[in-house]
């Protein structure tokens, strides 16, 4: 028991001594057997450890050296009667050596005064500079570090109702970019971007990419967005909404999940979340972390399906980039309408500069519904060039004539062949996806440099497996033949870097085109791109679409951003499931050579259950404007169905 008793007071003296130690109050004891340190090193480690704590201890020891420094010379001065006439006693003394310290001039203003006295003076002089010397670059060392501290980012964003942009990849550039078109009916919107980068370097490659800003802020803060204590500079609690990329490192879901635990650590509320996943087998438990806060958006999966939709019509990348970017006509619910007593299709002619594409029923957004469909008290889902004009939304000045109504019959579905360039981590899905649209009996060849291609189980779609270079001219002649009724060409992302998967694409699009161009073919051809910089390369080719993978993701991950209801409409666009895009002859809704207005169009797609989004000529296209698309036009504007016109209608089939 004594032993016992002693044991717990040497335990107790120990926890006292390591409890004195974080203080810094007391010195550590020194083991049995160990010499004490002498007083001069207590000394010293006292004043290295005061040292150590910055700028305003370094500003405190120069004060006191400087109290010590005037109050020597002053007792000096007025013990030894230095000063001619007597002096003025201790105080004025040491004012007058204070001066003497900080300002040299004052040593030549003494004019008769004993030789003794100015010697004495100038040797406080001269202490006196080395003080303010050492003061002066005290305080500008530490005016620099604490602008440096400023640069990095390292302080708390004060903003509210704004968005804040976690980690950094090339996809951020047109996240911003939408995100400034977003905001422009916006009062002193902000952007936070929290990356592990230098801030500097962030600020400056935004500035080159994003000049435009149009009174958005753009605001960076450098950490690691797992970091509770680094997310906590955006105040993400009073975003408006949180975008989540994807790094690009060996393993980007794990870290995205695991910045999705950080956001909701601790809270139950907080604004939507959208983050991006390259893997699909993640998709699950990023949905147990980020439950009813997230959106979570497949790129891999929704990359694969705009390339199937693109493929199967010419212009149709041009439709979804005009509805999914900022720069044009978006997707907005329209609440408040005067369209209650309306159906949808009378609904749909219902507005001059808006297209009602669908309504919203039990909360879920239903694109182009039956035609009878009462509107009632739904949402509307419309086309609009911004949703500052929801406020102003006219109802439509034109009349349609149904004399006009085309009267042709759609064609049948027959069985297709396809060839498909190129193999990557997303080609399976687009093997899945090509096969659900594909008839019965239709045929696809894969031609692959690279990979060992795995294909899934198909219903409808035979697939056979070449492998080949895909930039050699005589292995494309064996594949690219005639009667080909689409061509799609895949990026090498999986092996090769951007640039070099972006430049062997370019290279096999140039063959493809030549080759069809020489068998008087007009096959249409369908491109993946990794690099934007390289669509206008891709267009020399005269490539019919260019689905370029991260800018379309990044279109998508800034408007789910704004509105999460539009995570609906889009597993609708992209999927085989509810309405898609489709461009069909246009005399199938009107007269051919006949001038009609829009509104006629919208009458003749409603009388086929469809919805009309639009139109595409060939003279248009020949005016620059993108594969002759018009998404949206006013009810009341007229054209002339020409050879080859086409109307962008959403239809189940």
Request: net charge negative.
């Amino acid at each position: 028991m004594a032993r016992t008793g002693q044991q717990a007071r040497q335990r107790t003296t120990r926890a006292a001594r390591e409890r004195g130690r974080e203080r810094g109050s007391t010195p550590p004891a020194p083991r049995p057997g160990q010499r004490a340190p002498r007083m001069g090193a207590r000394l010293r480690y006292r004043f290295d450890t005061t040292m150590s704590r910055g700028t305003p201890a370094l500003v405190g020891w120069l004060s006191v050296v400087t109290l010590l420094l005037i109050t020597v010379f002053a007792l000096v001065v007025s013990l030894l009667g230095l000063r001619a006439g007597g002096g003025d006693g201790f105080w004025r003394e040491l004012v007058s050596a204070l001066m003497y310290a900080l300002d040299p001039g004052t040593v030549a203003g003494d004019t008769g005064a004993a030789w003794r006295y100015l010697l004495t003076m100038l040797v406080l002089t001269v202490a006196g500079l080395f003080v303010v010397s050492a003061l002066i670059g005290i305080i500008a060392a530490g005016i620099d570090s604490r602008l440096a501290d400023l640069r990095r980012g390292r302080s708390v964003v004060l903003e509210r109702d704004h968005t804040v942009v976690l980690g950094w990849s090339d996809s951020v550039f047109t996240i911003i970019r939408e995100l400034v078109l977003a905001n422009e009916s916006r009062h002193r919107p902000a952007v936070v971007v929290l990356a592990d980068r230098d801030t500097v370097e962030m600020e400056e490659q935004l500035r080159a990419k994003v000049p435009d800003r149009r009174g958005t802020r753009v605001i960076c803060r450098s950490g690691s967005p797992m970091d509770l204590d680094d997310l906590a500079l955006t105040s993400h609690r009073d975003a408006r909404s949180v975008i989540l990329l994807a790094p690009e490192t060996d393993d980007p879901d794990s870290e995205v999940i695991k910045t999705l635990l950080a956001l909701t650590h601790g809270e139950e509320g907080g604004p939507g979340i959208v983050a991006e996943i390259r893997n699909p087998s993640n998709l699950e438990a990023a949905r147990l972390v980020g439950a009813d806060r997230a959106v979570l958006l497949d790129i891999r999966e929704t990359v694969a399906k705009l390339v199937v939709q693109t493929s199967r019509q010419s212009g149709a990348a041009a439709v979804y980039t005009e509805l999914f970017d900022y720069d044009g006509d978006e997707i907005y619910f329209l609440e408040q309408h005067r369209a209650g007593d309306l159906t949808y299709s009378q609904a749909q002619l219902a507005y001059e500069h808006a297209t009602v594409i669908g309504l919203v029923e039990g909360g879920a957004p239903v694109l182009n519904p039956a035609p009878g469909t009462p509107v009632g008290n739904r949402t509307l889902v419309v086309v609009a060039e911004d949703d500052s004009a929801l406020d102003r939304v006219d109802g439509a000045r034109t009349t349609p004539d149904l004399s006009l109504l085309g009267t042709a019959a759609p064609t049948s579905p027959r069985p297709t062949r396809a060839v498909l360039v190129g193999w990557n981590e997303r080609a399976p899905i687009v093997l899945r996806e090509l096969d659900k649209f594909a008839a019965p009996g239709s045929t696809l060849t894969v031609l692959t440099s690279f990979g060992d291609p795995v294909v899934p189980a198909l219903a409808n779609l035979a697939v056979t497996v070449a492998a080949g270079s895909t930039t050699d001219r005589a292995t494309l002649e064996q594949h690219v033949v005639a009667g080909l009724d689409q061509v799609i060409v895949l990026c090498y992302s999986d092996h090769l870097d951007p640039q070099a998967a972006d430049a062997r694409t370019l290279v096999t699009l140039l063959h493809v085109r030549d080759l069809l161009a020489r068998l008087g073919e007009e096959t249409p051809v369908v491109s993946e791109m990794l690099d934007d910089r390289n669509r206008v390369l891709a267009q020399v080719a005269h490539v019919d679409d260019v689905v370029v993978s991260g800018e379309i993701v990044s279109l998508l991950v800034t408007q789910l951003s704004e509105d999460r209801r539009l995570e609906h409409v889009f597993d609708q666009l992209l999927g085989d499931e509810g309405a898609e895009v489709y461009l069909r002859p246009a005399d199938w809704y009107v007269r051919s050579g006949a001038e009609v207005t829009f509104a006629t169009v919208v009458a003749g797609a409603s009388a086929r259950g469809e919805t009309a989004l639009g139109y595409a000529s060939p003279a248009l296209a020949q005016d620059g404007s993108s594969f002759g698309v018009v998404v949206n036009p006013a009810k009341s504007e007229v054209f002339t169905v020409g050879p080859g016109d086409r109307v962008v209608v959403l239809a189940d089939s």
